[in-house]
């Protein structure tokens, strides 16, 4: 097992997207919380329901703008607070950097397209399902595609734990995400139904990297720094 502790690579601008992000899922988390049990119909409104996407239609608890506004409000979701925390620590360690290249308007975009578009992928491998999904997961998943891209050399602190064994290494990003995103693909092998949503991690992965070159912005004289 291993976790990010912090990565080595400096931004040359505040990221007050990724704070606001950060800020407003945690925010959401505490009203789930303060709902108590009256939570379910948040998360069965506002969570991203297969069927109701794929048949155009909202069924109980119906919502204000229909099923569609989901791909959206489900992003804001999250199950518990390790769900959460996960999430938004990933968010913080590396959205800084791409929010950095792109600029903060298109990085909101981006991070809105990478989580709809990891929403479909999870969607079409299970259309009829009628479970809620919800959480941050696909649209960090596309900012952590976006980074290996990008800073694939930048070192990321992590900590490594095997069993009673831990300690602390620095490990090249394009290694760290490389091999998060292969626990991704094998964790998803015949578990498109189960309660992890693997494929909308995936997604959102392929979405970063095939897009990223797109959201940038131009830069004049400024050179990245180099990881040897």
């Given at each position: 097992m291993?976790?990010?502790l912090k990565d080595e690579n400096p931004a040359e601008t505040f990221p007050y997207i990724t704070v606001l992000l950060i800020a407003v899922n945690c925010f959401m988390f505490f009203i789930t919380l303060a709902m108590g049990r009256n939570s379910y119909y948040l998360v069965a409104g506002y969570g991203v329901v297969p069927f109701e996407i794929t048949h155009a239609v909202d069924i109980e608890p119906k919502v204000l703008f229909g099923p569609y506004i989901t791909l959206i409000t489900s992003l804001f979701l999250h199950g518990s607070f390790w769900h959460l925390l996960g999430n938004m620590w990933f968010l913080w360690i590396f959205g800084n950097n791409i929010e950095d290249i792109e600029g903060h308007f298109r990085f909101i975009i981006f991070y809105f397209l990478g989580g709809i578009a990891a929403s479909f992928l999870q969607?079409?491998?299970?259309?009829?399902s009628?479970?809620?999904?919800?959480?941050?997961s696909g649209a960090v998943s596309a900012i952590l595609g976006a980074y290996m891209l990008k800073f694939p050399r930048a070192r990321v602190k992590t900590l490594l734990f095997i069993f009673i064994f831990i300690t602390i290494i620095n490990v090249p990003a394009i290694a760290f995400i490389g091999i998060w995103f292969f626990i991704q693909l094998i964790s998803s092998v015949g578990r498109a139904g189960e309660g992890v949503a693997w494929f909308a991690h995936i997604g959102g992965f392929i979405f970063g990297l095939l897009t990223i070159k797109l959201f940038e912005k131009k830069r004049?004289?400024?050179?990245?720094?180099?990881?040897?």
């Open positions: 291993f976790f990010p969607i079409a491998v299970n259309p009829s009628t479970i809620p999904t919800i959480g941050a004049r004289g400024r050179k990245y720094k180099v990881y040897k």
